[in-house]
């Protein structure tokens, strides 16, 4: 198992945290969660339901880790 992260992203790198949608069957759906970084670039990462397994995490988990990511960040800026 590693140890070191694959990606390093601190806090201050960001700019805003908001889900990611993509067209599926017609529909928007949320799919990931996008970072606008400070240098003009941006970052989607699709969670999984639980580590090691293959499957993106759904609507409701989605929207609970956007709620606790803000509300951690609003918390570091303090």
């Known amino acids: 198992m590693r140890q070191d992260p694959v990606f390093d992203l601190p806090w201050a790198d960001h700019r805003r945290i908001d889900v990611a949608t ?3 069957r017609g529909m ?3 799919y990931a969660l996008w970072f606008d970084l400070a240098d ?3 970052l ?3 969670p999984r339901t639980t ?3 293959p499957f993106e995490a759904g609507q409701t988990k989605l929207d609970i ?3 606790v990511l803000r509300s ?3 918390e570091l800026e303090r």
Do not use: H
């Open 22 to 24: 993509k067209d599926s």
């Open 28 to 30: 928007r759906i949320d």
């Open 40 to 42: 003009g670039g941006t």
């Open 44 to 46: 989607v990462l699709s």
């Open 51 to 53: 580590l090691g397994r």
């Open 65 to 67: 880790l956007m709620r």
């Open 72 to 74: 951690l960040r609003r």
